[in-house]
C-alpha cells in the first residue's frame, strides 16, 4: 500500500487532477473526431485501456525482483472494471448484463474513480511534487485509471449504452456487497486490506476500528450505499431536469 506524504488538495493532487481532466477532454474529442457510433467498440477500448494499465503496473511493481504482490490481487473496488467491462463486451445481450452490470459500472465505478481523486491517499505517491516523473510512475498510472473511471461511466450514461433506471440502485447494490464479502474472505485468508475492509489503510472511517472491526465494515458498507444512492438520485434529477428543459424549448 503506498502512504502518502504530498498533502491532498496541494499541488501535486490538483496538479495531477488538472492533467486527468485535459486528458480526458482531449480523449472525448478524438471520439468526437472519429465519429464512432459504434458503443460496443468503446465498451471494448475501455476495457484494453484498463488492462494495459493494470498490467502496466503489476509489471512496474513485479520488476526489482519478479514478485507477485499479493495485495495487489484485483479484490480492490477500483478493480471492478477488470470484470465489468469484459462481461458488458462479451455478454453484452443478457439480461444480467442489462439490469445488473450496466448500473454497477455506471454508478459504482464513478463513486470508486471521484473518491480516489479526490482523497489520493494511497494513489498519490511518496514524492512531494511530479517531477521527477520516474518517481511518480505508480500515481501518474493511478491517476490515468481513476480518471478512465470516471470517463468510462459518463459515457455509459450519456452514450444511452446504459439506460439509466433509479430502481437499479438495489441491484447495483447487490454486485457490490457481493464483492465486498469475496473482498473479505480474501482478507481473512491472506491477511491483507482488499477494498479497506480489513485494516482500513487510508480511509478516513479508520478510526472506528479501534471501536470495533465489524462497526468499520458496517460503516464503509453504509457508506457506500449511501453515496451509491446519491449518485442515483442525483442522476434522477438531472434527466428529469433535461427532459422538462426538453420539453419546454419544443414549446417556445
Same mark, same amino acid.
Given at each position: 500500500m503506498v502512504v502518502l506524504s504530498a498533502p491532498m488538495f496541494g499541488d501535486k493532487h490538483l496538479i495531477g487532477v488538472l492533467f486527468v481532466v485535459i486528458l480526458f477532454i482531449l480523449f472525448g474529442s478524438i471520439l468526437k473526431i472519429l465519429k464512432y457510433s459504434n458503443k460496443r467498440r468503446i465498451i471494448f477500448v475501455f476495457m484494453i485501456i484498463?488492462?494495459? +494499465?493494470? #498490467?502496466?503496473? $503489476? =509489471?512496474?511493481?513485479? &520488476?526489482?525482483?519478479? /514478485? &507477485?504482490?499479493i495485495y495487489q490481487l484485483p479484490f480492490h473496488l477500483c478493480s471492478l472494471?477488470? &470484470? +465489468?467491462?469484459? #462481461?458488458?463486451?462479451?455478454?453484452?445481450? /443478457?439480461?444480467?448484463?442489462?439490469?445488473?452490470i450496466k448500473p454497477t459500472a455506471y454508478s459504482l465505478v464513478l463513486i470508486a474513480?471521484?473518491?480516489a481523486l479526490a482523497l489520493p491517499t494511497n494513489i498519490l505517491g511518496n514524492a512531494i511534487s511530479w517531477f521527477p516523473l520516474k518517481d511518480n510512475i505508480l500515481p501518474i498510472i493511478s491517476f490515468i485509471y481513476h480518471g478512465f473511471m470516471i470517463f468510462s461511466s459518463v459515457y455509459l450514461l450519456k452514450s444511452k449504452y446504459y439506460k439509466f433506471n433509479i430502481h437499479d440502485y438495489p441491484k447495483t447494490m447487490a454486485i457490490a456487497i457481493s464483492f465486498a464479502v469475496i473482498a473479505m474472505i480474501a482478507n481473512k485468508l491472506l491477511d491483507k486490506d482488499f $477494498?479497506?475492509?480489513n @485494516?482500513? /489503510?487510508?480511509?478516513? +472511517?479508520?478510526? #472506528?476500528?479501534?471501536? /470495533? @472491526?465489524?462497526?468499520?465494515? #458496517?460503516?464503509?458498507?453504509?457508506?457506500? =450505499?449511501?453515496?451509491?444512492?446519491?449518485v442515483f438520485l442525483v442522476t434522477e434529477l438531472l434527466i428529469n431536469r433535461l427532459k422538462v428543459?426538453?420539453?419546454? =424549448?419544443? =414549446? $417556445?
Open positions: 484498463f488492462y494495459v +494499465l493494470e #498490467i502496466a503496473k $503489476m =509489471s512496474y511493481l513485479m &520488476y526489482p525482483d519478479g /514478485s &507477485y504482490p472494471p477488470l &470484470y +465489468l467491462y469484459p #462481461i458488458m463486451y462479451f455478454f453484452d445481450k /443478457s439480461k444480467f448484463v442489462e439490469n445488473y474513480g471521484v473518491v $477494498m479497506l475492509l @485494516r482500513g /489503510s487510508g480511509s478516513p +472511517l479508520m478510526f #472506528i476500528i479501534e471501536t /470495533s @472491526r465489524p462497526l468499520y465494515i #458496517i460503516a464503509m458498507i453504509g457508506g457506500f =450505499s449511501i453515496l451509491t444512492g446519491t428543459k426538453a420539453v419546454f =424549448s419544443k =414549446s $417556445m
